[in-house]
């Protein structure tokens, strides 16, 4: 492939990094690799998972691939990164003559729907005694740390997803956190306006009047 074609489908594929970034259920990230740039190939990203930035090297995944000529998908492995679980995708794309152009690795992080699971296996087992019975130092008590370590976990997920400092937010900043925690089921755990409260900065009235704001329907007070 001539240099012309190279960066018309580079530049085509670069104006996919971002849209495909949105559709997908944050937090997530893209990453474009041309391969003709190794070992520096990032060109372009899209999500706020990493520190990545273009100019940057390749991952190991990327530079194992062209050193084995093995260009077959990588699915879902595990990338662990600052406590958080992210589970990453690479596929590689050929030029027209079937050569190696590019990689697209779409990382997420399964941190928040593993924190969902513990959610739903908490209320689940204390509402209707579904799992293992409990143990003789345990308790309803038990359900309750559960669910308030799982709305915790929510909680500073949302706001490390926002990517803005607490103290640095505006109004708009903390109206999305709490239209994300209400999508996420955040607000039927107990005393959960009161720690969205605390977390933010401002007061379970201010937690309301966004809720209502948002037209989200009645939460437990």
Known sequence: MSHPEHDAVMAALTALVLPLNQTLT????II???LRRLPNSVVAVAGHLTSTKAGDAAPDVVIEAVASGDFSARI???TDSD?????????FIPDAAGAPLAALSITYDVSLWQTVRAVAEAMLHGRHGVGPAHAPWQGADSDHVALDNA????????????GVPVELMQKRHKLAI??????GGF???????ETAARALGVTRFTIYNYLNELGAGPVPR
């Open 187 to 193: 607000f039927a755990l107990r005393e959960s306006v």
């Open 178 to 183: 709490v239209r994300d925690l209400q999508a």
């Open 26 to 29: 944050d937090p997530s990230e």
């Open 76 to 78: 879902g492995d595990r």
């Open 83 to 91: 406590s958080v679980e992210m589970r990453t995708t690479t596929v």
């Open 32 to 34: 474009l690799h041309d």
């Open 151 to 162: 709305a915790d976990r929510l909680l500073s997920q949302a706001i490390r997803t926002s």
